[in-house]
């Protein structure tokens, strides 16, 4: 389902021409700038109702802006303080406010998943470890997939017990990238990597390439398998969420897609899923199941992925909990 937002973002950048949509897209933030890439390629006719109408609401948006804060540069260093305390903030203002390129590690972030694969794969495992816990994870993990098995295995062990990263191996990362980053003498070690990155990325990469790389670490060190295994969220996990929280994922997600997930999920999770619609909706759901052909892995691994990052945006947002599951007993 297309975000309105993002689809009147589209047709607007579309009504600009080439030369202005440009200008515009060089101030977005990589995931914006995808996921306004693919609204447009989607966009194929716009009736004209509907362009006059996002033409008019832009308008009335631009019309009615005015100067809200009189000095914006000390408004958003006081806002990001209060938000992310000092360090953080320190950060992040450094880029803000200087302006800086998008280059070195941040670079990557811009890049498809085959051109970075291919700049890492005669890199030494820490190096690579180092780099891709600074990318999205979604990001990440296709990465991985394109790596030879025992490389990949190698990168998430070392990913997994990465204690953070020292301001100036940081330095170094970007420098062997491009010589980006400078350094600061407030800067502390980046709290980047560890088990919580490891499992947050083999959820995103499917089960088998996560058996494959469970076991490889396993072989080496048996608690720390464990202990990735103990902070991953697989699709399966969805029965631990309470009612409310399986609802609120439900209103997010397309039936379409929530269709080809449960191909691949147990009969109790269906279940539970039923149980968390209306009669009407979950009877149309189990008639869209017993009907739909033979689905392929891939296809199922993919919306169950889509999924779980639905899931996750909502525990981030403090909408939802992981924490544990609800009161009421089925059977």
Do not use: C
Not at 137 to 160: C, F, G, H, W
Not at 176 to 182: E, P
């Amino acid at each position: 389902m297309v975000d309105s937002g993002v689809e009147d973002a589209a047709i607007m950048l579309m009504s600009m021409g080439e030369e202005q949509a440009s200008e515009v897209f060089k101030h977005l933030l990589p995931k914006e700038v995808q996921r306004l890439g693919e609204t447009i390629a989607k966009l194929k006719a716009i009736p004209r109702e509907r362009y006059e109408s996002v033409v008019e609401n832009f308008l009335k948006l631009a019309e009615a802006e005015h100067m809200l804060v009189a000095d914006s540069d000390e408004y958003v260093r006081s806002v990001l303080r209060k938000a992310l305390g000092e360090e953080k903030a320190s950060l992040l203002l450094e880029r803000i406010l200087a302006g800086n390129d998008v280059t070195g590690i941040e670079s990557l972030k811009w890049m498809e998943a085959q051109a970075v694969a291919e700049l890492l794969r005669n890199e030494h495992p820490q190096i690579v470890a180092a780099i891709l816990v600074h990318l999205e994870y979604d990001q990440t993990s296709q990465i991985l997939k394109l790596l030879p098995d025992r490389m990949r295995n190698e990168v998430l062990m070392r990913v997994a017990t990465l204690d953070g990263i020292q301001p100036a191996a940081l330095k170094d990362l970007n420098e062997v990238l491009s010589n980006v980053l400078s350094g600061s003498d407030r800067a502390r070690k980046s709290q980047l990597g560890g088990v919580k990155s490891a499992a947050e990325i083999l959820n995103m990469m499917g089960s088998s390439v996560e058996t494959s790389v469970l076991d490889y670490i396993r072989e080496s060190d048996g608690d720390l398998a464990q202990m990735i295994m103990d902070n991953m969220f697989t699709f399966d996990d969805m029965i631990k969420l309470d009612d409310k929280a399986i609802q609120m994922v439900l209103k997010e997600v397309q039936s379409e897609s929530l269709v080809i997930s449960l191909k691949g999920a147990t009969p109790e999770l269906r279940e539970r899923i039923f149980k968390n619609m209306s009669s009407r909706a979950a009877e149309t759901l189990r008639e869209d199941l017993e009907t739909r052909g033979p689905v392929r892995v891939t296809d199922v691994e993919a919306e169950q992925k889509e999924l779980l990052k639905v899931v996750r945006r909502l525990v981030e947002e403090g909408e939802i909990s992981l924490g544990g599951g609800s009161d009421d007993q089925f059977v």
